[in-house]
């Protein structure tokens, strides 16, 4: 496949670089290789930034940070409201392009320009309501008055899922709340948040208020910029792992740092659900995005009065599924992201199977180049296999059965992580009770799908901290100035 149909969207010189508003090679003229993950080919080669080259990236966001904090909330508003216009005239080239670098189907990569430009739409509205407040002291007197500031220049790290959504999800605060930026998108897919780029400069952002340095070199260079003082914030997105090395290293300067790290959902089907509708419901939570999301449903648990229904109408949708290249009509699964993530299913299918799990449909990978694996759904999956315990990030429904709401609940919180949790039931005491005793940052209930940018998303325990859309996401990009006045 040829990047030809996209490349008014990405220029060949976009491939690079983007620092201070300029588009650029590394250091070394150095480049590094895209694949199409449909059959492992170069899809195209872009700029491997050096360390240099990152902090080349950070002094351009620290110029640029004095003016762009001072620049009207209504100005920073209606960039990112171009922006979002321009995306949504664009939306069919930003999908074929992630779907290209990404794998995803093309209607998938729709859904995601429309949900991930939603961030940009949601934020141009929240840069005019930034506000501190004015209160009188409680004993009276003194004034107390209260300043919100961008928190200063930020390293953003984003992972390769959601090419798009990841972006939008921190650039729209960052701008609306008057803050500059460094990127380090995923090595798998930089070509999107290059397109990105393009984009928000036609809509007016000036130049080192983003800059993009794509590289293989990531460790380095998050240690490099943290280490360094004029770096005021980190948001990640992306495995627990690489998240509490990013938090290690902001004690240094004490950067603010938000966190999206992984997911273990459970998908709790109760025996009073509609079972039709869990179906349905576990067929998005499961398998938007291949699976290949923190959000997915990762350990379905289901009453036993329910399970072998369930389990065989989910069974039935799985295996009608038709496996293919993205930009294919008539696929429904593209292919997972590289070789090492089919590898990782793989072997966590064989330990659910060789520990008892029956195969429902699917149970392997398909005799084809590139990198797929079939959709799978395994029934009985013991407590130890590895599976219950780790994020699959890919198309395996992995179902258990349960006797009771207490266990239910309990087995749903045994786990270290907390990010998204989804609740089949009818019973309305029942979801107020159970949306209560979830260890969870999202609860979705008698549906498979919770974000929206106008919600708070993020997790507990070691799936992280801080809050991504809703009215939270702004003040993760914030600090407050308290300044004590006398009464008049
Ligand atoms: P995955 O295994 O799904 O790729 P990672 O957490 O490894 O998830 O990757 C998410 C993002 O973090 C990617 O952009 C990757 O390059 C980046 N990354 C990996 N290691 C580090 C690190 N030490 N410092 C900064 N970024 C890193």
């Not at 060949?12 to 650029?24: E, F, P, Q, V």
């Not at 909330?73 to 171009?82: A, F, V």
């Not at 189907?105 to 509205?125: D, H, I, L, P, Q």
């Not at 999107?192 to 340095?213: F, W, Y």
Request: glycine letters at 10%.
């Amino acid at each position: 496949m040829s990047l030809d149909r996209v490349s008014a969207l990405l220029p060949d010189d976009h491939r690079a670089l983007y620092i201070g508003g300029r588009w650029r090679p590394a250091e070394h003229q150095e480049t590094f290789e895209v694949l199409d993950p449909a059959d492992g080919s170069v899809l195209t080669t872009v700029a491997d930034g050096t360390v240099a080259d990152a902090v080349a990236a950070l002094d351009a966001a620290v110029a640029a940070q004095h003016d762009w904090a001072r620049t009207p909330p209504r100005e920073r508003g209606e960039i990112l409201r171009r922006a979002f216009e321009a995306i949504a005239a664009r939306a069919e080239e930003f999908a074929l392009l992630m779907s290209l670098e990404m794998g995803k189907t093309v209607a998938e990569a729709k859904g995601e320009v429309a949900y991930g430009n939603e961030f940009f739409r949601w934020f141009s509205e929240e840069a005019v309501r930034i506000h501190g407040r004015w209160m009188q002291a409680p004993a009276g007197g003194s004034r107390l008055l209260t300043i919100k500031k961008p928190v200063g220049p930020c390293l953003f790290v984003t992972p390769w899922n959601f090419p798009l959504a990841m972006g939008t999800r921190k650039i729209g605060p960052a701008v609306a709340a008057g803050c500059t930026m460094v990127i380090k998108p995923a090595e798998q897919t930089p070509l999107t948040m290059l397109a990105l780029a393009g984009v928000l400069a036609e809509s007016g952002l000036p130049d080192g208020v983003l800059n993009i340095v794509p590289t293989t070199r990531a460790a380095e260079v998050s240690k490099r910029l943290q280490d360094d003082d004029r770096l005021r914030k980190v948001s990640f997105t992306g495995s627990t792992g690489v998240g509490k090395i990013l938090v290690r290293q902001s004690a240094e300067n004490l950067q603010r740092v938000s966190m999206e790290l992984g997911g273990n959902a459970p998908f709790i089907v109760f025996e009073d659900a509609d079972v039709d509708a869990a179906v349905d419901g576990a067929m998005v939570a499961k398998m938007r995005n291949m699976g290949e999301a923190c959000t997915a449903a990762n350990r379905f648990l289901v009453h036993e009065a329910v399970a072998e229904e369930f389990a065989a109408k989910l069974g039935a949708r799985m295996g009608a599924l038709s496996v293919g290249r993205g930009q294919d009509d008539g696929v429904d699964v593209g292919p997972l992201i590289d070789e090492k993530a089919v590898a990782g299913v793989s072997a966590l299918v064989e330990d659910a199977v060789a520990g008892g799990a029956r195969v429902v449909t699917g149970g392997s990978a398909p005799e084809r180049a590139g990198f797929f694996y079939s959709p799978t759904v395994l029934l009985d999956v013991p407590s130890s296999a590895k599976l219950v315990r780790q994020e699959i990030f890919g198309p395996v429904a992995a179902i258990g059965t349960f006797a009771t709401e207490e266990e239910a609940i309990a087995r749903a919180n045994d786990t270290e992580y907390g990010l998204a949790s989804y609740v089949y039931t009818r019973d309305l005491a029942r979801t107020i009770r159970v949306a209560e005793a979830l260890d969870y940052g999202m609860v979705g209930i008698n549906s498979g799908l919770i974000s929206n940018p106008a919600a708070p998303f993020g997790g507990v325990k070691s799936s992280g901290f801080g809050r991504e859309g809703g009215f939270e996401g702004i003040e993760e990009f914030l600090e407050t100035t308290y300044v004590a006045l006398p009464a008049g």
